[in-house]
């Protein structure tokens, strides 16, 4: 089955920039979804399609994707940003959905 | 605006099965998926399976092939979501999710907590 590697990790200063990745293979020839999970919630989506937001999402969160590696790229980090960030991609080999491992942002 | 409106928390037995509801409001075609994701506590998220809307027809991850039964009923816009032969692991929140045949998850719902316990 496809995998998806995420670092456990983040940690950025506000107003600095966490960068967020997403390692598959082939993961560039993909469409990849990002998740944002604030403690006791559900996720949200901040990225679909690689690179677009949905409607209310800041224009600080952007992404990228190409290669092995998708990439979240939160610029201007904020406190309220500090949550566990997921990656999705759907598998047409197989029709299912995968998630990626999560990566802890922590604002210090 | 769609909503997900979830059943409440549930409290099992090992071995016995838990359902779960999962109501759309706000949103009144039939051109979506509805997924079910897993996450048990301190973990990541799991994807357990997805119900297509325009044909009722369900496709289950591999983890939880043979134990995960989702079905939909229309006259009310509800997607069930059937866990059996429940275990300790499966202590977890359980959340559905609509996708508008986009392939990613739009809208949540607030998660329903299933706890398994003698």
């Known amino acids: 089955s496809y995998v998806l590697t995420q670092p456990p990790s983040v940690s950025v200063a506000p107003g600095q920039t966490a960068t967020i990745t997403c390692g598959g293979n082939n993961i560039g020839t993909k469409s990849v979804h990002w998740y944002q999970q604030r403690p006791g919630q559900a996720p949200v989506p901040v990225v679909h399609d690689d690179s677009d937001r949905p409607s209310g999402i800041p224009e600080r969160f952007s992404g990228s994707n190409s290669g092995n590696t998708a990439t979240l790229t939160i610029s201007r980090v904020e406190a309220g940003d500090e949550a566990d960030y997921y990656c999705?991609?759907?598998?047409?080999?197989?029709?299912?959905?995968?998630f990626g491992t999560g990566t802890k942002v922590t604002v210090l | 605006e769609v909503q997900l409106v979830q059943s409440g928390a549930e409290v099992k037995k090992p071995g016995s099965a838990v359902k779960i509801s999962c109501t759309v409001s706000?949103?009144?075609?039939?051109?979506?998926?509805i997924h079910w994701v897993q996450q048990a506590p301190g973990q990541g998220l799991e994807w357990m399976g997805l119900i297509d809307r325009e044909n009722d027809k369900p496709i289950y991850a591999e983890k939880f092939q043979g134990r995960v039964t989702i079905t939909a009923d229309t006259s009310t816009d509800t997607v069930y979501m059937e866990l059996s032969s429940l275990r300790s692991e499966d202590t977890a929140v359980y959340y559905c999710a609509i996708d508008f045949h986009s392939y990613y998850m739009d809208v949540w719902g607030k998660g329903t907590t299933v706890t398994v316990s003698s």
């Open positions: 999705q991609v759907w598998d047409s080999s197989t029709g299912h959905f995968v």
């Open positions: 706000g949103y009144r075609f039939t051109d979506y998926f």
